[in-house]
């Protein structure tokens, strides 16, 4: 087994004076792997955290390249092997930042070693998964106090956070209708590549379980209920894709044309929902809408008021009032920087905004509170499970032509 590599730069500096360590381990350094590097980074630096993250070891497959984000990203040491990553002594959390066909393996054996996880989203790629990930939490929990969460970050957005509070308090009343929809773009190209993404044996699904799992979080978050069935239709558009390495790239299942393979997921999922108290809720997850890069929208409407929000712009939520006079009444823009609002007592000055990257930041500082305080995390793992039940209820709906499928409990 390959040692640790321990690097000399100043940033690797341990703990924060006088408080104590939160040793992280990462698994995965791309996409979501820089932008969990950014939230452990910084959270210490922006709130005052009763524990100070410190960004222990980096895992990747490829040791020059796992070296090179070490560096760039700010780790201390680097391992190749998750496994000897979860075997260390010096890390107290696992940071799952990889496809979802390895986030069971890598959970399991995280909370089986002693160590708290984080692990992104969708928690896993079947329901089965992510009841043995759950049961490992729940008896991680019961028998060593470590604590597990799936990383939902779009509740952690100030707005939504705010949204949220303002459901609960009830400024909108009981609510008849949510609406939501996920729109991307990047795959309307047919010659974009067949990515991980792309392949069922990876991803679970598709748009379902990369958008649609997190509009169906955020959803069931802001109306604090569960989606009680579905109905659903899911298509693929463009079923050949090239593969991404060429033509000599050795995924060989599914090959079609020459260098191409077949795409095993869903392109997009519209679905709608019906919450136990009543309220109707429609969703649509799709990386096909031109122009629509990252729009994760949402609309509530209910007896006493209307709340919309898009992540494309994310520094503003709307409310209209519905108890004002109709003469002066209609949607007005709340700017999400005020140093009241959720998330923003250490950030800037009124006004200048916040990015995607500060979720992360928020999700980083929850979960440090949470380990500190020994309460369960939210999102946790049983709310992953819960959401897992939700796409599969989707994937069954529309195998029968849109039946009306209740969620399991
Ligand atoms: N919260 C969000 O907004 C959000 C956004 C994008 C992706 N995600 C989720 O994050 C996860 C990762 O997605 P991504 O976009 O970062 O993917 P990515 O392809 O950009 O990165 C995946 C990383 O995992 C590494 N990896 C894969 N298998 C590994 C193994 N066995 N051992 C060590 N490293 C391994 C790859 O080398 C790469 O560094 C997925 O579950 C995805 O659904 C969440």
């Known amino acids: 087994m390959e040692q640790p590599q321990q690097s000399a730069g100043p940033e690797e500096a341990g703990a924060e004076a006088g408080k104590p360590p939160l040793r992280v381990g990462m698994v995965g350094y ?216 060429g033509p000599s790239s050795g995924l060989a299942a599914g090959a079609g044309r020459a260098g191409t393979a077949t795409v095993t997921v869903d392109d997009a999922a519209v679905f709608t929902g019906r919450f136990a108290s009543g309220a109707l809720a429609s969703f649509e997850a799709t990386r096909y809408a031109t122009g629509r890069k990252n729009a994760l929208r949402l609309e509530l409407n209910g007896e006493r008021g209307s709340l919309a929000f898009d992540l494309e712009r994310l520094n503003e939520l709307w409310f209209h009032d519905a108890t004002e006079p109709a003469v002066h009444a209609g949607f007005r823009r709340i700017l999400v920087t005020e140093p009241d609002h959720p998330y923003l007592e250490g950030w800037w000055p009124p006004g200048h905004g916040l990015g995607y990257e500060h979720t992360f930041v928020h999700q980083a500082r929850d979960l440090v509170h949470a380990i500190a305080e020994g309460r369960v995390p939210q999102p946790s793992f049983a709310e992953g499970l819960q959401v897992q039940r939700v796409l599969a209820a989707v994937e069954e709906s529309a195998e029968k032509n849109s039946v009306y499928t209740p969620i399991a409990d």
């Open 30 to 245: 791309a996409f979501m792997g820089a932008a969990h590097s950014q939230g452990w980074r910084t959270a210490g630096r922006v709130f005052d955290l009763p524990l100070s993250p410190v960004l222990t070891a980096l895992c990747g497959r490829d040791a020059a390249a796992v070296r090179a984000a070490a560096d760039r990203h700010g780790w201390a040491t680097t391992e190749t092997d998750w496994r000897a990553l979860i075997a260390r002594d010096d890390v107290d959390l696992v940071d799952i930042c990889t496809p979802g066909d390895s986030h069971a393996e890598i959970a399991l054996a995280a909370l089986a070693a002693g160590k708290h996880v984080l692990c992104e989203k969708p928690l896993a790629n079947t329901v089965e998964e992510a009841e043995t990930m759950t049961r490992a939490a729940e008896t991680a929990f019961a028998t060593g106090g470590q604590l597990a969460m799936v990383g939902f970050n779009y509740r952690r957005v100030p707005a939504t956070a705010l949204a949220r509070r303002m459901v609960a308090e009830g400024r909108l009343g009981r609510l008849r209708h949510v609406r939501v929809t996920y729109l991307q773009d990047w795959l309307n190209d047919p010659e974009f590549p067949l990515t991980w993404r792309l392949r069922k044996e990876r991803a679970g699904s598709g748009s379902l379980g990369d958008l649609g799992a997190h509009i169906v979080d955020l959803a069931q978050h802001l109306v604090g209920e569960r989606l009680a069935g579905v109905s659903a239709l899911t298509e693929t558009f463009v079923r050949q894709r090239p593969l991404p390495g």
